[in-house]
């Protein structure tokens, strides 16, 4: 049970790192602005608020995930409303680094229905790393498909990032992420990849990444939709 309760512990300090980096960088943005707007005070405070209220509802998943029973109802989300929740999340963290983050799933898909468990945790990992090491102004991309064939979610996070050695790869495949530093010097402690190693595991899933140094990365997870 200490085990469970500091796992629990570590998970949620590192999974509100980046979402709080964020709403604090939006905050001191907003401080310096020497001429903000009515317009442009309102659009930050949104956003602060939105980002925050998301925040305390990822502290109630990771929670209840540790305490989910099998006989427990699972609970579903749709790829509209897991987009609408990532971005409340992570858009500030994108914002302070002037970093487009797109959603982009088809029209058909934006009400299809998965299973939640972890889902925020494991996107949200990938995305906050993915904003943490690209450069300024360049994209980060989130793609979401449905594999009806096969019931399978197909989630895919696209950066322009420095990208990773064929070594590194296999550390990360193999839960043995090293910590490194981002491309504006943000702290990484390495532990973002291993949770979603393990989550990705838990889910009966595959984690696979495709990544050329200098050139960026792509993290694909296939998750299926049975527990």
Do not use: C, W
């Amino acid at each position: 049970m200490v085990t469970d309760a500091l796992h629990t512990q570590k998970k949620l300090a590192h999974d509100f790192r980046g979402p709080v980096n964020g709403i604090l960088g939006i905050t001191n943005l907003a401080s310096y602005e020497e001429e903000l707007t009515v317009d442009e005070a309102k659009t930050y405070l949104n956003m602060i608020g939105q980002s925050s209220t998301a925040l305390l509802g990822l502290a109630s998943e990771i929670l209840k995930s540790g305490n989910r029973n099998n006989d427990d109802e699972i609970s579903l989300i749709s790829f509209e409303e897991l987009g609408d929740r990532l971005k409340d999340l992570y858009l500030p963290q994108a914002v302070i680094k002037d970093i487009s983050l797109d959603v982009n799933f088809s029209l058909e898909d934006s009400t299809t229905m998965v299973v939640r468990d972890n889902l925020l945790q494991i996107a949200g990992n990938l995305i906050s790393n993915a904003i943490k090491f690209s450069p300024r102004s360049e994209r980060v991309i989130l793609e979401l498909k449905f594999n009806e064939d096969s019931n399978i979610l197909i989630l895919k996070v696209i950066d322009s990032g420095n990208g990773f050695s064929i070594e590194k790869i296999q550390n990360i495949i193999d839960g043995k992420a090293i910590p490194s530093a981002g491309s504006n010097g943000e702290i990484g402690y390495g532990l973002g990849l291993k949770v979603v190693r393990h989550l990705v595991d838990e889910r009966h899933g595959n984690l696979k990444i495709y990544s050329v140094p200098g050139r960026g990365s792509e993290f694909v997870v296939e998750l299926p939709q049975i527990l």
